[in-house]
């Protein structure tokens, strides 16, 4: 993905012009947006004033449109200027964000920012938990036939049997409500070393100790390892944020397939997709991965047929709605899907 880049005449020169530019192409809404991205606020608490996140959010702004190449980032590019508005998309705005969480941790004590907030993240994983028992036990929504999983035991020993992967897990609160519900076997993963270093302290003081957190970058996964349930609150949503959003799409489909056991769900939390563009998006991967483009991959499908890589099996519907333009719709969409 690297691209081709022309030496500089005097590299010291360009370096400073382009970081000097680059504050400069910040613009005051640029600001405001990224300051929004600290104030999504939660039980769990911030100790960041107006001014700080705006001063905070200035500088991760400056570092997405000039940043160091990552050896744990997929994104290995330097991002174009016109790309500041998607800085949510870079490594180098999360890096920030985790670090500066990080400190008021360990300052302050802070969990620090929930995405979509602690309401939607419950009502994920009860709702989950409520999916994968009914996945264990046969019971599956839109009469899918799940014939690659196991038989059904004692849902709560076939709970705790479950191996799970969150990707992108950022401060790892998810993977704690999940264990809440009864999950064990819990991973989760960041391409960001400051996400990962928050997430076991905070997985250590509420004596989580099961649960294990690595860096790792999803759209070029070194895991070697297939989980029976993949979580996703978020990360898909900032990977299309980045300018080469629709590329990077195309890979993170690739690699999630890989992590998903036969017979295993993927559980999508967006706030940038609805459920429908969320089932669009599947049926373009199946297609690309061989599945016949007529296939209904919310039907059971013919046994002489390749089945596609997932089916959509559900969705929450307990979010709450809103109406407009005539439609119906949601802040938050999550979605199921069935790997094959």
């Known amino acids: 993905m690297a691209g081709i880049r022309l030496p500089p005449e005097d590299a010291d020169v360009s370096q400073v012009a382009r970081q000097v530019s680059a504050v400069d192409l910040i613009s005051d809404d640029d600001r405001s947006v990224a300051a929004d991205s600290w104030s999504i606020k939660s039980e769990y608490g911030s100790t960041l004033d107006d001014e700080q996140r705006h001063a905070d959010a200035t500088e991760a ?3 997405a449109a000039y940043r160091a190449p990552s050896d744990y980032s997929s994104d290995k590019e330097e991002p174009d200027a016109e790309a500041v508005s998607s800085l949510l998309g870079f490594q180098s705005y999360w890096d920030a964000t985790y670090a500066d969480e990080l400190a008021n941790f360990r300052e302050h004590g802070h969990a620090g920012e929930v995405w979509f ?3 939607v993240m419950e009502i994920v994983a009860s709702w989950t938990k409520t999916l994968c028992l009914g996945v264990s036990q046969r019971h599956l929504p839109n009469h899918v036939d799940n014939a690659n999983h196991v038989s059904a035991g004692e849902p709560e020993k076939e709970l705790s049997s479950w191996s799970v992967l969150d990707v992108g897990t950022g401060n790892g609160l998810l993977l704690q409500e999940l264990a809440k519900q009864g999950f064990s076997d819990l991973t989760g993963t960041d391409y960001s070393e400051g996400a990962i270093d928050l997430a076991r302290s905070l997985a250590d003081r509420a ?3 099961n649960i294990k957190f690595l ?3 999803v759209l070029d996964t070194k895991l070697d390892k297939k989980f029976q349930l993949v979580v996703d609150k ?3 949503d900032a990977i299309g944020l980045h300018p080469d959003g629709p590329l ?3 890979m993170y489909w690739d690699s999630i397939s890989g992590l998903v056991a036969s017979g295993g769900l993927l559980v999508i939390t967006s706030c940038n997709s609805t459920k429908d563009e969320l089932i669009q998006e599947v049926d373009a991967f199946n297609q690309r991965s061989g599945a016949s483009p007529e296939s209904d991959t919310t039907v ?3 046994a002489s047929k390749d089945p596609p890589p997932f089916q959509y ?3 929450v519907r307990s979010y709450p709605t809103f109406t407009f333009g005539g439609s119906v719709g949601s802040r938050v969409a999550t979605v199921a899907f069935l790997r094959n």
């Open 248 to 250: 990077k799409r195309l």
């Open 207 to 209: 004596e989580f100790t």
């Open 61 to 63: 702004l400056s570092a």
């Open 313 to 315: 099996i559900d969705h």
């Open 117 to 119: 907030g602690a309401d």
């Open 215 to 217: 860096v790792d970058d």
């Open 234 to 236: 978020g990360t898909l």
């Open 300 to 302: 059971d499908l013919d």
